[in-house]
């Protein structure tokens, strides 16, 4: 699948991983919304969580947004697609480790790819990252468990057990 990401540049580009992303030809960085492919949104508002079932041959295409936290309101997320949060999975990053829901955009991409079974090209994405690995190694049972679901539904039902946990 191809990786694009929405930059708005308005995040320490210090630690921005969108950036990193290009750097290391692993994501198309687009600072134009008109420059933005129709695909997968991975939007953290969004109603319905991921599934395998959102992977067709028809859109291979994964888009994230690349902002501060503080800016990823729901109106942020205006490019067209399918729009789908992530379920539940940790952050491996510094700034947010352990922290549920808060990924970054190349652990949010990594994540989407796992869930459709592409373990390899996840790992790949996260290379550049020393984190990378601990970000699939701390998340390995749930991104393997989201991957055998048919569903949303039944993702939201294993996201459930963990919450439940929480
Ligand atoms: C808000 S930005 C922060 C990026 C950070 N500045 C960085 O350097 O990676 C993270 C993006 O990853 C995606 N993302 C992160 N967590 C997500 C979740 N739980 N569900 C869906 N998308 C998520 C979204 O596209 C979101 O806008």
Same mark, same amino acid.
């Given at each position: 699948m191809e990786c694009h990401v929405y930059y /708005? #540049?308005?995040?320490d580009p210090k630690k921005c991983t969108a950036r990193r992303l290009e750097k290391f030809d692993r994501a198309i960085l687009h =600072? $134009?919304? #008109?420059g933005v492919p129709y695909g997968v949104v991975l939007n953290p508002h969004a109603e319905q969580a991921l599934s395998p079932a959102d992977k067709t041959d028809a859109l291979d295409t994964l888009v994230a947004l690349d902002c501060s936290w503080e800016s990823a /309101? /729901?109106?942020?997320? $205006?490019?067209n697609g399918i729009h789908r949060a992530l379920p539940f999975l940790v952050a491996a990053n510094p700034v947010n480790y352990g922290r549920p829901f808060r990924l970054t955009t190349a652990e949010a991409l990594a994540a989407a790819l796992c869930i459709f079974d592409e373990q390899e090209a996840a790992s790949d994405l996260l290379?550049?990252? =020393?984190?990378g690995e601990t970000f699939l190694t701390l998340n390995e049972e749930p991104l393997r468990r989201y991957a055998e679901c048919a569903d949303s539904s039944e993702v939201v039902a294993v996201q459930d057990e963990y919450l439940a946990d929480e």
């Open positions: /708005e #540049g308005d995040d =600072r $134009s919304m #008109g /309101e /729901e109106a942020a997320f $205006s490019m290379e550049p990252f =020393r984190w």
